[in-house]
């Protein structure tokens, strides 16, 4: 293969990946806490030395000064706190701070911990809190349903403590994941902490806001300036894919004459 051509590839493939989470995030800047994704792109070493099996390949200077092009990491995912916004709905909590809320687990994957930052919680038909988009039950501390009185009104504290008539209701489970590298996008804006290795989060270091939302955590003008920049990169790729392959039917179509 042209060596050219397998740079140029490398480098679309790259920014295509690159294009898909940005987009994603950008259809997620309204979406209650939403986490945005990033790529880490980094630079392959030549066949010869990344390539166990090419111990045999006889090295080439110009070639590895070229390096492999670029290979992309597994997405990441950027956990910086999103702005708090007031909505004025009672059932509206937002967490300042680290932490997330814990959802109820679909049945059979129970060991695995379901984690969100969006708090627009509701009273459903059983009197269970849980989520508006969802209907995931919402725990509390010791991992059981959240169940209310939807008649009476819902104070919750900064600790998470629902208090009606005065009297506490209960707490809402505030965690963390023990390992930043078990969790993983569940989809409908939650989480998944594999093994359910989770710790509970006490003191000062979070509170709960009610009557308030956490917003996305996407920052829509630098997200378009880095939409329009992969872009641009992406063209420019995709003009080198061209120019590579009519300099290789310009070899060919030269020494066949040749020839």
């Keep these: 293969m042209n060596y050219g ?29 939403f986490k945005p994704d990033f790529l880490v792109a980094v630079d392959r070493k030549p066949e010869r030395l990344e390539n166990a099996d090419a111990a045999g390949i006889e090295p080439n200077a110009l070639l590895e ?5 670029k290979l992309f990491l ?17 059932l509206d909590v937002a967490i300042k701070g680290d932490g997330f809320f814990v959802l109820q687990s679909p049945q059979g994957k129970s060991s695995d911990k379901i984690l969100t930052r969006n708090g627009n919680f509701e009273v459903d038909a059983k009197g269970r809190l849980v989520l508006s988009t969802s209907g995931q039950a919402v725990l509390d501390r010791d991992g059981a349903h959240i169940h209310v009185d939807p008649t009476k009104k ?59 939302l956490e917003r996305s955590g ?19 790729g995709t003009q080198m894919l061209r120019t590579q392959d009519e300099m290789t039917g310009r070899l060919f179509q030269t020494y066949g004459r040749l020839s």
């Design 74 to 90: 597994p997405t990441q995912i950027d956990l910086s706190e999103g702005s708090i916004e007031p909505s004025g709905r009672d």
């Design 154 to 212: 819902i104070v919750i504290g900064k600790d998470g403590t629902l208090t009606q008539d005065g009297a506490s209701v209960a707490q809402l489970a505030l965690v963390q994941p023990t390992r930043a590298e078990a969790l993983v996008k569940d989809g409908r804006n939650a989480f998944r902490v594999v093994g359910g290795a989770v710790r509970s989060i006490t003191g000062n270091d979070s509170e709960i806001q009610q009557g308030a």
């Design 218 to 236: 996407t920052d829509p003008v630098r997200t378009l300036a880095s939409l329009i920049a992969t872009t641009r990169a992406l063209e420019f």
């Design 65 to 69: 000064r070229l390096g492999g092009g």
């Design 5 to 33: 051509f397998h740079l140029s590839t490398t480098g679309v493939i790259t920014q295509m990946r690159k294009l898909d989470v940005i987009a994603n995030n950008l259809a997620n800047v309204e979406t209650v806490g």
